[in-house]
Structures are given as structure tokens and as C-alpha cells.
């Protein structure tokens, strides 16, 4: 059965902008009679917690969202990833890189070099250089031998979207699956059919679907939702005040005020006008959506 999907990090507590993200992908879900399924995307032993998932599944349950099946935790597919980068691997169409991130951000910013992405320093290296380094103690990421070919992607609400190809990393050097192995493969194994997220990954859609061409698999439709930005026209951030439920109840404003805000933001409601996710499903049309950034949905710092 075709499924919609929200997959947050369990980095932190989910602010407004994450919180619309979500109410987007459970309305374009639902509007489709979909399975909704959350995804915790914990592969970063560093950053993720447990509490913080905890309370992020509180908080979606509070705006009144809900899913299909248990939560699914990135961290236990290892498996399924390593079983991938192998078969790439075994195709040679990965290669180790030793570069520090400090070494990749100083190549892009040099003459002709194409700002965030990887210049292909260690493309070439030979087995011989590449086992040296790791002989010295140098630990390697993998990344995707791309060839830098220009890529066409199908976005729900932007339509076609062609864009140059990077070579990703697959997997860190820390052994861990990188964010766009894991992402491509999860979604194709869990039946996702619709990818509905933040339009910040916009830039890294072609390189995912290319690697899901060179999977075989099928890609998904992929509808990237305009960010929630501050007073100050930047993303959405803890310096901006109270940007999570936790933060706006303090302050006095509910939950079913939140939900409306962000109604308003996406044009279904007034933005004092008391909805159910019920009710906004019936007045939501998959086929449109806000094209700019969107608006802060609460004035804050006292302004309400």
C-alpha cells in the first residue's frame, strides 16, 4: 500500500518549522488514503536521544497527527545499508575519501570550485595510496562515484528540477551510514511513495535519485514543503524564542492555537480559527502550496 512518511532526528525538540513539515506530510498522506508512518532517523550516535524521540512522538500526537505501525529506528538497519554500500561497492561505484570536512569546505570555496560540493580529491587515489592512508590510521568515508551528470527530479508543487550530481558519501568515517544511503534505501524498503520534507534538502534530491536509479529502485514522488523562517527572514531557530510546543505553552498559547497558526501558514484557516487535523484534511488540495518561505506563524518575544 503506498505510504507518506514524517522522519525526524532526534537531535532536539521539534520546532514550528518541523511541526508544519509533519502536518503537511500527514495531510498529503491521508488526502491520497495512504498508510502515515514516522521514522526516527537516529544514525548519529552523538546527537540523537532517546528522550528527545520520546518527545517528539508526544508532540505529533499533541497536533494531532497520527501514524500506521510501529516507529521504525534508523540505527537498526545497519544491515539492510552495509548490504547496499557492498553491492555498490562490488560495482565500483564508490571510493574511500580521507578529506577532513575542513579540506572540502576550503576546495569549494577556491576558484571554479562549485560551492558545498566535493571537489574529487581522492577520485583517483589508486588501492595502493588509499590502503597507505588507511595503514597510517586515516579513517575513509565512502562516497558515490557520480560522474557529475545533470539529474531531472519531479517535484509535487516546483515540477521539474534538473541539477548537477555530487559524489555523496554513503557511509562516514566513523562507519555509520551517511544521511542519503540510508534515507533512499528506508524509504523504498518501507514503501514510501511520497517524500514530503523540508525544501532545505531540495539540493540533495537529484544525487538520492540517482542512487536510486543505480539501485534499481523506484523513486518516489518527492514534495519539498517551503521552511518556517523567523522575524529575520532566516531558518527557523532556537534564537528566534519560543519555537516548540514546550516553549509556546509556556507563554500561554495551546496546542489548538499552534495548530491554527500553522493552518494559516498553509492557507486552510484563519489564523485564530479553532481546526481539527479532520477538518483541515477536508479542505486540503495536495496540488497547492505556498511558494515562498513561509511566514513565522507566531510574532515572538512577547508579541502575540
Not at 45 to 65: K, N, Y
Amino acid at each position: 500500500m503506498p505510504t507518506g512518511r514524517f522522519a525526524p532526528s532526534p537531535s532536539g525538540p521539534l520546532h514550528l518549522g518541523n511541526l508544519r513539515t509533519a502536518m503537511v506530510a500527514w495531510l498529503c498522506a491521508r488526502s491520497d488514503h495512504s498508510r502515515f508512518i514516522v521514522r526516527i532517523e537516529d544514525l548519529d550516535p552523538i546527537t540523537s536521544r532517546r528522550e528527545h524521540e520520546v518527545t517528539q512522538l508526544a508532540d505529533l500526537a499533541a497536533l494531532g497527527l497520527d501514524w500506521d505501525g510501529p516507529v521504525v529506528r534508523q540505527s537498526q538497519r545497519a544491515g539492510e545499508h552495509q548490504a547496499v554500500l557492498q553491492d555498490l561497492a562490488r560495482r565500483d561505484l564508490t571510493y574511500p575519501c580521507f578529506c577532513s570536512r575542513r579540506e572540502v569546505r576550503e576546495a569549494t570555496v577556491a576558484p571554479h570550485g562549485i560551492p558545498g560540493s566535493y571537489p574529487g580529491t581522492c577520485r583517483s587515489l589508486s588501492a595502493d595510496e588509499a590502503a597507505h592512508r588507511v595503514h597510517a590510521g586515516t579513517p575513509a568515508a565512502w562516497r558515490l562515484r557520480s560522474e557529475g551528470e545533470a539529474v531531472t527530479i519531479i517535484d509535487r508543487w516546483r515540477g521539474a528540477v534538473t541539477q548537477r550530481v555530487d559524489d555523496i558519501v554513503l557511509r562516514r568515517n566513523d562507519g555509520v551510514a551517511a544521511y542519503h544511503l540510508a534515507v533512499v534505501v528506508d524509504d523504498d524498503d518501507q514503501q514510501v511513495a511520497e517524500v514530503v520534507r523540508g525544501d532545505d534538502l531540495l539540493a540533495a534530491t537529484s544525487s538520492q535519485a540517482l542512487l536510486l536509479d543505480l539501485l534499481a529502485r523506484p523513486r518516489p514522488q518527492w514534495a519539498h514543503v517551503p521552511l518556517v523562517r523567523g522575524s529575520d527572514g532566516e531558518r527557523l531557530a532556537k534564537r528566534h524564542g519560543a519555537v516548540t510546543l514546550a516553549d509556546l505553552d509556556a507563554e500561554g498559547i495551546g496546542v489548538g492555537r499552534v495548530r491554527s497558526r500553522l493552518a494559516a501558514s498553509l492557507g486552510l484557516a484563519g489564523p485564530d480559527e479553532i481546526v481539527t487535523m479532520a477538518q483541515l484534511l477536508g479542505r486540503f488540495d495536495p496540488g497547492q502550496m505556498p511558494p515562498d518561505a513561509a511566514p513565522l506563524p507566531f510574532g515572538l518575544n512577547g508579541h502575540r
